[in-house]
């Protein structure tokens, strides 16, 4: 049995003890004597209280107990669970794990989690929820998951966790405490300053299970090349551009006005081309028009968010390799390899105002300039230290079920409307039984009443 | 539903009423012959005197002898003798059936062992009917009892006092019927007793006895009480009206004081008002012997102390 609100129950619980209580408890009614000369008794209100071992009128105390408990059950959220399982595990798995980590070693992961730590009911990947109806069969699930092409995209470790939490009231239901496995590399996607307060959220420990990464991570590639900007004088984005250390080893051109074949030989040579035209649109991608939905607030990429109005122009193709997302995910500059070398399409207007000269703006023009190939990699990403290691992985204890109820519970438990019907019908037993009650044993105060009418009708009997 | 009291044992009690007799205060009305002075002067039965013959004198009531000897006329003047209809008035009503079966126990060891109202009026009102009828007196009964009243009409024949006493056993207290409007219609210039408790109509039955008497009816209002009215048991309980459940009371020890103040006025002022309407009052406790009792309402005790 669970119970929403155990507070009501115990509240339920001091009534009926004070309803028994009223039933032992009671002013008395005398026993009657049939006087012919009543009428010369004079009109006095006289009460009794008695103590008896045994409650009086034990049906009426039944059905009164009855409603108590109807109406306390309802309001308390009784419900009745055939089979509960000590705990539940949830499985998440983080951004930079799920980009950057060993594939092989990823599935590993899953497996050895889902066997040891079973049942398992769901895997977060990034992001995204993936709820586990049989957890019996996780295992191919997780075989599913790893056939899945994943697109990349940017991701925290705080949402994943955050993702985490969100789920954990469904997740938790039917087990008393929940457990979190989290599967990262040993370098997190991005670190913010609210990891430590949405890992704050989670009231248990977090079990870590880190994966060797996959590729090599590339801090600071990007800025051992030089960059090029062939446009006007006046161009904004050449002024961003122009922000960049020149350090070059390689070059990386960036064309505003139009693509040449020599552009495109480069590329070929192993050049990075950044095309990102003043006018018209990239080929391949397709135009939209100026429209509200066109104008964008904020720009992602390189791990940063740039928060500006921008303009997308067009909409690249579903399977481009995206480097710069719009805020609901879609590519908004892409990369196509050439060669030794590659070819970036942009598809942002050219913003007005000095928006592409924030630090923002340049971390994620970076993006544009780094080598090909390399696109995935995290300029920014960090490694946990130990302290964040073990603020992340908390205490000993594991989640429990109630403590992850974030807001209140659904307190109309099927039970609610049937024990609530239930009362109102006792209601009105009760209320049959007590008038019965009165007919037979009257009320005191009743009839001192009817005696004030009957002096008044024998005013003899009034000394 | 009431059930009919034990029949009267009717031989200890007829015994120790044997030869009583219930005289009038005053001359009755002309009648059949009976045992009661009339007031109307006759010709025959007892001698009382000898009055000069007048005009218009029956001349058969001349005393010829004491013509012969006088040479006056002079009627022979004789007192007539009269019956005198007794009608028996019982109130039926459910305060009689005091106490009731179930409360004489919580009443006391005086309920238990002392007669029932209704069993007091009972044997009150067959004693009465046994002096009346041994007078030679007809006697009527007439119960107010619901829905009807119950009535015997006066007779002298013999088994009478028997049929009242079967007829009284046939009864069983209940409801409220008064005794008013019955006093109202009983024949004028006759006896009438009234045994009641006098808890109903008190104010309508005082009207009707005042007309009954300025009509030429004695009436003797016969007050039964009950000791246990007078003395209440100890403790809390709740006193119920037997004729209205609508009326309760609660009663502890510290209102018996009270009570008693109250129900004295209430029976002092009752006499008081039965002698002001011309009625005679007697307060009859249910302890109390029943010969005695009618040997008290008759004023045969009255005249054997005299």
């Known amino acids: 049995m669970n119970v929403a609100f155990p507070w009501v129950l115990w509240g339920t619980v001091v009534a009926v003890a004070g309803v028994i209580a009223a039933h032992l408890l009671s002013v008395t009614q005398p026993h009657a004597l049939r006087l012919p000369t009543v009428r010369f008794i004079p009109v006095r209100t006289i009460r009794a209280v008695s103590r008896a071992s045994a409650p009086r009128d034990v049906m009426l105390l039944l059905v009164r107990v009855t409603i108590l408990t109807c109406i306390g059950g309802a309001l308390a959220g009784i419900t009745w669970s055939a089979a509960r399982v000590p705990v539940h595990t949830v499985i998440a798995v983080e951004s930079g794990a799920l980009l950057f980590g060993d594939a092989t070693a990823l599935r590993d992961a899953l497996q050895r989690a889902i066997s040891e730590y079973a049942p398992v009911r769901a895997i977060i990947l990034g992001d995204t929820l993936v709820t586990i109806a049989d957890p019996s069969r996780a295992s191919l699930t997780v075989d599913s998951l790893m056939r899945t092409p994943r697109v990349p995209a940017p991701g925290t470790l705080a949402a994943t966790l955050l993702r985490a939490r969100r789920a954990a009231p469904l997740l938790a239901e039917g087990a008393d405490s929940m457990r979190l496995l989290l599967i990262s590399t040993e370098r997190v996607d991005v670190t913010t300053a609210a990891l430590d307060a949405i890992r704050a959220t989670w009231p248990g420990s977090i079990v870590r299970l880190p994966i060797p990464l996959q590729v090599a991570m590339a801090d600071s590639v990007s800025s051992r090349f030089s960059v090029t900007v062939r446009a006007t004088r006046d161009d904004i984005v050449a002024a961003a551009f122009a922000q960049k250390p020149e350090l070059a080893v390689r070059q990386v051109l960036v064309i505003r006005d139009s693509m040449t074949r020599a552009d495109s030989a480069a590329a070929a040579a192993g050049a990075v081309i950044v095309v990102w035209l003043r006018r018209g649109v990239p080929p391949g991608w397709s135009t939209i028009v100026d429209t509200a939905d066109s104008r964008e607030r904020a720009l992602i990429g390189g791990g940063r968010v740039v928060v500006a109005p921008f303009m997308r122009i067009a909409r690249a193709a579903e399977n481009a390799t995206a480097l710069v997302w719009w805020p609901d995910g879609s590519a908004a500059a892409t990369e196509e390899p050439l060669e030794r070398g590659c070819i970036r399409w942009v598809g942002i207007g050219t913003p007005a105002g000095d928006a592409l000269l924030s630090v923002d703006a340049r971390a994620v023009l970076s993006t544009l300039t780094t080598e090909c190939g390399a696109t995935f990699k995290l300029a920014t990403s960090a490694a946990l230290d130990s302290a964040q290691l073990r603020r992340l992985a908390g205490g000993d204890a594991l989640a429990v079920a109630a403590a992850l109820r974030v807001s209140q519970p659904n307190s109309r438990s099927p039970f609610t409307r049937w024990l609530l019907l239930a009362a109102l019908l006792l209601l009105v037993v009760e209320s049959v039984l007590r008038a019965r009650h009165v007919r037979e044993r009257g009320v005191l105060s009743a009839r001192s009443r009817r005696d004030t009418d009957d002096v008044a009708a024998y005013p003899e009997a009034v000394a | ?306």
């Not at chain 2, 005393?63 to 019982?90: H, K, N, Q």
């Open chain 2, 1 to 306: 539903m009431p059930t009919a009291a034990a029949p009267l044992a009717l031989g200890p009690l007829l015994d120790a009423l044997r030869g009583v007799k219930w005289p009038t205060r005053e001359r009755v009305r002309a009648g059949m012959p009976g045992t009661h002075r009339a007031a109307q002067r006759g010709t025959t039965g007892e001698f009382t005197e000898f009055r000069s013959y007048r005009q218009g004198d029956d001349p058969r009531r001349i005393d010829w002898r004491l013509l012969a000897r006088s040479d006056r006329a002079y009627v022979r003047i004789t007192d007539e003798r009269a019956w005198w209809p007794t009608w028996l008035l019982v109130d039926a009503s459910a305060s009689m059936a005091f106490p009731a079966e179930g409360d004489a126990a919580a009443f006391g060891r005086g309920a238990i062992s002392a007669a029932d109202k209704w069993s007091m009026a009972r044997a009150l009102t067959v004693g009465l009917a046994a002096v009346a009828h041994a007078t030679g007196d007809p006697v009527g009964l007439w119960a107010a009892t619901r829905p009807d009243a119950r009535r015997l009409a006066p007779r002298t024949r013999r088994g009478t006092v028997h049929a009242i006493a079967k007829a009284l056993d046939a009864i069983a207290p209940d409801g409220a019927a008064p005794l008013a409007p019955l006093l109202a219609r009983v024949p004028q210039g006759v006896r009438v007793v009234l045994l009641t408790d006098a808890l109903g109509d008190s104010d309508a039955l005082l009207a009707a006895i005042a007309r009954a008497g300025a009509a030429g009816s004695d009436v003797t209002l016969v007050h039964v009480v009950h000791r246990s009215e007078l003395e209440l048991p100890n403790g809390f309980w709740r006193a119920v009206d037997p004729e209205s459940d609508a009326v309760q009371r609660p009663v502890n020890d510290a209102l018996f004081a009270e009570y008693r103040a109250n129900f004295d006025d209430w029976r002092a002022e009752l006499a008081r008002r039965c002698l002001t309407a011309g009625a005679r009052y007697h307060e009859v406790v249910c302890d109390e012997p029943v010969a005695g009792a009618v040997r008290r309402i008759t004023g045969a005790a009255m005249r054997a102390g005299a």
